[in-house]
């Protein structure tokens, strides 16, 4: 039996929208949600971050409330030095952190969720659907996993190692994290974007392979400055203007609209099975068909 993700019905779905840091794709999200015509509404912000991030500027701005449950601060009180997922420890205190996230959440009308730049993984998206937006083309494969799956610049490294001239934002339902079974990055990919070309600098994929391998045997930390890891970051961020402040408001409209769902492991787009939707920056969206 199809199972509708949200289904369209007279009543508007609200959203609650969790945030980490600038703050640059709710932003774009609520900006939309404005629209007289927007079919969800924002319900609630939340940030893991409350010091650091923009939550509380956005919170006044558009009249939201917000909910402030800070990570760094949980981890500390429950004797863990740094955020982490590492051992089995780590992973009973994030659980014990989204038990409390949970409770805080029961205070509003919420429908769905969207994760707007928020960088702790997290098992709230077994309780409700969860979008996200992930720097990196998720319906490319090679021996059946999505080659770019991963957090934060990781992705984009790896396209420009395997010398790809563009990359794409993606929206996916993001799963469980953490646990036995499907990662964030594994859900369907509700859309992808136009893709953007990669701007190397001047800088050469032989130059750039050569300093990924003086990576080896270094802590990530070691080589967060060096030349890949910079390139990355700077690709990620033209990558929020060019694919993600496209493609996740307009995915956003169609999810909250009941454009979406799943029939025996087969996403289907207004009744129609695909592998994804492309969302152009001009024009109507385009179904891809599955493969």
């Known amino acids: 039996m199809r199972q ?10 609200s959203a609650a929208l969790f945030l980490s840091g600038s703050g640059t794709n709710a932003e774009k999200l609520l900006l939309d949600a404005d629209s007289p015509d927007s079919p969800w509404r924002p319900a609630v912000l939340v940030t893991d971050r409350p010091e650091t991030s923009e939550a509380r500027k956005l919170a006044a701005r558009f009249r939201l409330p917000l909910i402030e449950h800070d990570i760094s601060a949980f981890c500390r009180k429950h004797g863990r030095s740094r955020v982490s997922l590492a051992t089995e420890e780590d992973l009973r205190v994030r659980e014990k952190w989204t038990a409390e996230l949970r409770e805080k959440l029961q205070a509003f009308p919420v429908d769905f969720g969207i994760l707007a730049g928020f960088m702790t993984l997290c098992n709230i998206t077994n309780d409700l659907f969860c979008l996200n937006v992930h720097p990196g083309d998720l319906t490319v494969q090679e021996n059946g996993k999505r080659i770019f799956a991963g957090l934060h610049r990781g992705p984009t490294e790896r396209a420009i190692l395997r010398g790809d001239s563009a990359i794409r934002s993606s929206v996916i339902l993001a799963g469980p994290v953490g646990m036995k079974g499907s990662g964030m990055d594994e859900g369907p990919v509700l859309g ?10 001047g800088m050469t994929v032989s130059f750039l392979k ?21 390139l990355a970051i700077h690709n990620v961020e033209r990558l929020k203007e060019a694919g993600d402040w496209i493609v996740f408001p307009r995915v956003v409209r169609d999810f909250a609209s009941g454009l979406f769902s799943m029939e025996d492991g087969i996403l289907y787009y207004r009744d129609q099975p695909v592998s994804s939707v492309l969302y152009p920056k001009d024009g109507a969206p385009q179904p891809l068909p599955l493969t």
């Open 4 to 13: 509708f993700f949200l289904n369209s019905s007279e009543k508007i779905p």
């Open 192 to 201: 992808i974007s136009d893709p953007m070309p990669l701007d190397l600098r």
């Open 210 to 230: 050569e300093t990924a391998a003086r990576r080896a045997g270094k802590a990530p930390g070691e080589y967060a400055q060096d030349a890949l890891a910079q």
